[in-house]
């Protein structure tokens, strides 16, 4: 079955340490999207890529940063200038111009 | 810019119950809405989503939802809740993206429980 694919679902990070969280899909989609959840705060945008090689900031990029060298992978990388990085992070895909998201199962990082 | 306003954070309801979920949005122009549930530690599952046309829309797992441009809403109903529906649920609004595409602007989510 098609679907998106996140790893690892948890995930544990020192202070001033670079983590990278993958997403995958086959659903041949061609947008990506990664957005963070914290509780009470619903779900913001963090980046989020159209094509292949391409990609756009979005609400809450600052100390986070992505890459689009495959159709099927958007994977997050989570900087050490990230200050808060504790959160549930959700990958989500789309067929351009269809609206409807499919959305990944979650990694939940957490700073320790 | 886009927004969604969803009023209430916690909702208790007894199975069998109806429901209705509020779910207030912003936007300039012609509104793409949805509603998404989420369980515990998952992602977020489409309940169903409203585009255009008859402005009473189905979903899955017995849902529907009601759009009304003059009070700005789309608010989820259930006539008749069951234990399982316990989970939070988000409204979302999508807008176009510069250079294309989309995104969704979500609701801080209402966390739904469900007495036996």
């Known amino acids: 079955d098609g679907g998106i694919t996140q790893s690892p679902k948890y995930l544990f990070r020192k202070e001033g340490q670079n983590v990278t969280l993958s997403c995958e899909q086959n659903l041949n989609h061609d947008a990506m999207y990664w957005y963070r959840q914290d509780p009470g705060q619903g779900l913001r945008l963090i980046y989020y890529?159209?094509?292949?090689?391409?990609?756009q900031k979005g609400d809450i990029a600052e100390g986070y940063s992505v890459s689009r060298e495959k159709k099927e992978s958007f994977p997050l990388t989570v900087t050490s200038a990230q200050k808060n990085p504790t959160a549930f992070y959700l990958c989500a895909s789309s067929q351009v111009p269809n609206y409807g998201y499919t959305f990944g199962s979650g990694t939940r990082l957490t700073v320790v | 810019a886009q927004s969604v306003t969803q009023p209430d954070i916690h909702i208790t309801v007894s199975e069998g119950a109806s429901l209705e979920l509020r779910c207030n949005y912003s936007y300039g122009a012609t509104p793409y809405l949805f509603w998404y549930v989420q369980s515990p530690g998952q992602g977020l599952q489409l309940l169903l989503k409203?585009?255009?046309?008859?402005?009473l829309v189905q979903g899955i797992k017995g849902f529907e939802a009601e759009f009304k441009r003059s009070q700005s809403s789309f608010n989820l109903r259930k006539p008749s809740v069951h234990w399982s529906d316990a989970a939070e649920y988000f409204c979302a609004v999508g807008a176009s993206l510069t250079g294309g595409g989309n995104k969704l602007t979500f609701g801080t989510g209402t966390q739904l429980k469900v007495e036996l």
């Open positions: 409203y585009f255009s046309g008859d402005t």
């Open positions: 890529s159209q094509i292949v090689n391409d990609f």
